[in-house]
């Protein structure tokens, strides 16, 4: 259990990066997207076809193409939401996917959340009003930019709704990676070519942004975050990520200059406390 942990906040750190690196990207949102995967396919595949070969169940075909799409919608709404609002918001307002995840449980397959849930989601939703309220002091892109987020955060609970299945089924966590990755990739890079956006860097280091973005944020991130969790208990794991959104505002503030006014502080607090229990209740 000891090397799991420092790996599950090594990898929420390495997470809590992408926004920064999508920030200062020489490209448009959706072309920095798409680059976050199409850069990391080629250095999972190769560790997929080193890694030891254990029996495993073949992954569903339909449940793999749905899992990319998801992805691709999270990262694209994502990306367009760290351009309009901070990274604060943005951040916390796609860590609403877990709630979604048990509400979609509920809807769908009737898994009725317990009282301690609809607690943390009445309080999570109260955070997201004060957050919002704080946006509407800045700008009106800002206020589109918390929309997106919340967006963000459904698209990221039909990726993990579709990930929890497959893994389910006897997936691998590299294979899904490489996979759901490439598949993404595919998704992305015709509405990239479509958005008119600026799909080249101009610069050495604006492909070094890219791949930060692919490398760390993503290979990294979501590699040891999968490796943590496969070695600590859900519930303890599932509060430990809520430092993702802790490190992305700290990033925010020191790397961008992005202050956080008080109101937009006692919001956050009320979104992490909403999430926290709204996890806790559906564990």
């Known amino acids: 259990m000891r090397p799991a942990l420092p790996a599950l906040l090594v990898g929420a750190t390495c997470i809590a990066l992408s926004p920064i690196f999508v920030r200062i990207a020489e ?28 029996p495993a169940a073949r992954p569903s075909t339909a449940l793999l193409i749905g ?29 609403l996917a877990s709630i979604f995840v048990t509400l979609a449980m509920w809807l769908f397959w009737r898994s009725r959340p317990s009282p301690l849930f ?24 800002a206020l589109l930019g918390d929309a997106l987020g919340v967006v963000t955060a459904v698209f990221y609970a039909g990726y993990l709704l579709a990930v929890k299945d497959l893994r389910d089924r006897g997936a691998r966590t590299l294979e899904l990676m490489a996979i759901t990755t490439t598949v993404t990739a595919l998704f992305l890079l015709p509405v990239a ?10 610069s050495v280091q604006g492909w070094l942004k890219l791949l930060g973005l692919a490398w760390i944020s993503h290979c990294a991130g979501q590699g040891l975050i999968a490796y943590s969790l496969a070695h600590l208990p859900a519930a303890f794991s599932s509060v430990s ?19 956080l006014v008080a109101l937009q502080m006692l919001g956050g607090l009320v979104v992490l406390a909403g999430i926290f229990l709204a996890r806790r209740g559906s564990s």
């Open 27 to 54: 490209v448009g949102p959706t072309a920095s997207a798409f680059w976050r995967v199409a850069l990391a396919a080629p250095l999972l595949w190769p560790l997929l076809l080193a890694a030891p070969r254990a």
């Open 67 to 95: 899992a990319g799409f998801a992805f691709a919608g999270d990262l694209a709404f994502w990306h367009w939401s760290i351009r309009f609002t901070s990274v604060a918001n943005s951040t916390l307002l796609a860590n």
């Open 118 to 141: 609809l607690l943390g989601l009445a309080a999570a939703l109260g955070g997201v009003m004060m957050l919002v309220r704080a946006s509407l002091a800045f700008s009106a892109t």
């Open 193 to 202: 070519l479509a958005s008119g956006e600026a799909l080249l860097p101009q």
């Open 241 to 259: 990520l809520l430092f993702q959104p802790v490190m992305a505002a700290a990033f925010g503030w020191l790397l961008l200059g992005e202050p």
